[in-house]
């Protein structure tokens, strides 16, 4: 089977959005099987739409659309592929009342054009959407398979996951099982990771290794395709074992685990709780955590000092630690951490501190920081970073450090 | 003229990466008034490539390449447009010199693949790569122009806008200039603002008007095209005057501004100081404004209480409101913004307490928030929101509520 993917709307057209649909669902769509020949992007225009897709039926099986399912009278996706196969588009009842549950949820007046959204293609099955309005829809016809899909990410990306995924999946039936497993790096570059697998990733053909580096981080998809499930993880964990014998000191997680979920965990099974004193991070570290569901067993609370007056008056750092070495320093992360460890009475106490830039601060350049962890038994750890001069890169990189730090600290 | 944009690689098709030059060649296109109908995106493979270039020839005058100019065997952009098109390659010495300065500069030996990538389209105007090693190409055949631009997007987007963009652009020299403004909006839903406007939207040919919802924020896409700069500022202020008068209540900014920037503006214009309470945003609402440059001259810090218990020990709630009204309430709200406003001591304190969710809290159903703003004269505003069962959702809107309330009430 080979697919095209259609992204639909202007938006895109006009360089206001980036197509990351197309990429999402290739990933998907690679861990399938399924070959991904042709990107296409069209806008809000009913005429080139229906050219692009009769271009996509003489060349690909499955037509896999997104965008253009909104209520407005530019969105036409479902409307222009119910023309040109022929289709009625119906009222989906489910559909209905999860809109109407939605604005009632909100309070908002619904509006006679939000009922639009309700419209699906006739036989075909709807893929219902969990964090958005517009419905889904899977519908086979002719030899091929159509998945109109909403274009918002967030309502995109589950509803193909947990929606569309499985019946492709059925359809593609080969009897034949794909298992696969991502493990996460950090703290090691691409290249390095890549040097010191090399010997694998030349020769590896069953399991797969697919290597891929994104915001600091490193990821390595381990794919098996068998007859059983039971031996695709054999073989998966056959291939991790020698992946890990190289790299698994940089190892963090696993599959959608994130540095913050991973050292959330840890805190838990710990039974530890933590505080936290934010300076050029401002919270950000706090709310990393805090988008964990269950992080209120181990987040008791913190407090942001963005100001050299707030870390003496609010966190007790005394002003000779900061006239002699300064709020970017290893003293003033641990007076940070020391103190809001003792007034949150926590397990464990963090800070961080530093120049967050674009320009330099307190006679310090700008991606300089230093972070401070005080373990339960008062033990102190620090360390200073050398980061760019890009304002929020840094402090998601010194965020990111800090709960590397942690997981290293919590798994020893 | 109308515009086709083609990136080629094989790993855009498996989801490896993002297809960001097509966005970026999009809004500089924009800029030129240049239309794009067409974003196509086909693999490392000559048949394909082939078949892709003769569609954008059917359909577009300009045709723009980005990707496979690299020095691998899989880079083929250049000469199968070159074998299409019947041109030959030939050897550029400006772009050999510079690789091999290149290699001296890295201090790493050169090898034979390299010198592919000085090759160029017989008769090209060649655009120089001031990052990187393969030039691109400027080439017009036969009534088309073609347009190959490295893949990398910091070797491909100075290329364009500095070497690219002034050749088209005295190409394209028809008199006319285009401008474009964006109008940002909170508080309404896109099909609700579609409403008030739809005459608007129908009749309107000059500026055009193009609408964009996204996390909750609505844009509108002011487009003047017209002889004089000048004029396509009066026209979009006609236009942009006739919007605002239907849907002004709900606007808070302009092109680039975002709910944060907006607020930080109007805090350091009025010489006001913040500070924050937060419990179930923890922390992001102080991450969002700190991610603002500048923003220490109005940010002093704030508190994380995610406990009960925090919010009695570290702000004082007392144990009262807690037992009568609940953690999630506007009288624990008031307390937590008055608090951290005398802690502080600045001019506006605020606080957001409530049910991130899924599950429900201290008896109250996930999305239940309560938000507090304290006014430099001590006038105490709250508000209730419910939103959905969504955690991260829930957070995310709460900040960008709070800001909006903020917004207004800084804008009165």
Request: aromatic share 6%; proline share 3%; net charge negative.
């Amino acid at each position: 089977m080979n697919a095209e993917i259609i992204a639909v709307g202007s938006e895109l057209l006009l360089g206001q959005i980036t197509n990351t649909n197309a990429r999402y669902i290739s990933s998907q769509l690679a861990e399938l099987g399924v070959n991904v020949y042709y990107h296409t992007v069209v806008g809000d225009n009913a005429e080139r739409l229906k050219q692009a897709i009769e271009l996509a039926e003489s060349r690909a099986d499955l037509i896999i659309f997104s965008g253009g399912l909104g209520p407005t009278k530019d969105d036409l996706t479902k409307e222009t592929i119910a023309k040109h196969l022929g289709t009625e588009l119906i009222m989906d009842q489910t559909a209905m009342l999860s809109i109407e549950a939605f604005f009632q949820r909100v309070n908002r007046p619904m509006t006679e054009n939000n009922k639009k959204q309700a419209l699906v293609l006739d036989g075909c099955k709807v893929l219902a959407n969990h964090n958005g309005m517009a419905p889904g829809m899977f519908y086979s016809h002719d030899q091929h398979i159509y998945i109109l899909l909403p274009g918002p990410p967030k309502e995109m990306e589950p509803m193909f996951q947990f929606e569309a995924k499985p019946l492709l999946a059925s359809t593609l039936n080969h009897g034949e099982i794909i298992v696969s497993q991502v493990l996460r790096f950090y703290g090691i570059g691409e290249a390095e990771l890549e040097t010191q697998i090399m010997d694998l990733l030349e020769t590896q053909t069953n399991p797969t290794i697919a290597p891929l580096a994104s915001d600091g981080e490193v990821t390595l998809r381990v794919t098996a395709k068998t007859s059983s499930e039971e031996e695709a993880w054999r073989l998966i964990h056959e291939t991790e074992q020698l992946l890990l014998s190289r790299v698994g000191d940089y190892l963090y997680g696993y599959n959608d685990e994130s540095l913050a979920s991973s050292t959330t965990k840890l805190l838990i099974e710990q039974g530890l709780t933590i505080s936290v004193a934010e300076s050029l991070t401002a919270g950000l570290f706090q709310s990393e955590l805090a988008a964990i569901p269950g992080v209120s067993q181990t987040l008791v609370g913190g407090v942001v000092t963005y100001t050299a007056d707030s870390k003496m008056n609010q966190l007790g750092v005394s002003k000779e630690i900061i006239e002699q070495y300064g709020v970017v320093s290893e003293e003033c992360a641990t007076a940070m951490a020391t103190r809001v460890k003792t007034m949150f009475k926590t397990n464990i106490g963090v800070a961080l501190t530093g120049v967050a830039g674009p320009g330099e601060h307190d006679h310090q350049p700008a991606g300089t920081v230093w972070i401070a962890i005080i373990l339960p038994n008062d033990e102190v750890v620090t360390h200073e970073l050398h980061l760019s001069d890009m304002r929020n890169t840094n402090r998601l990189r010194a965020v990111k450090r800090t709960f590397h730090y942690l997981i290293q600290l919590l798994s020893t």
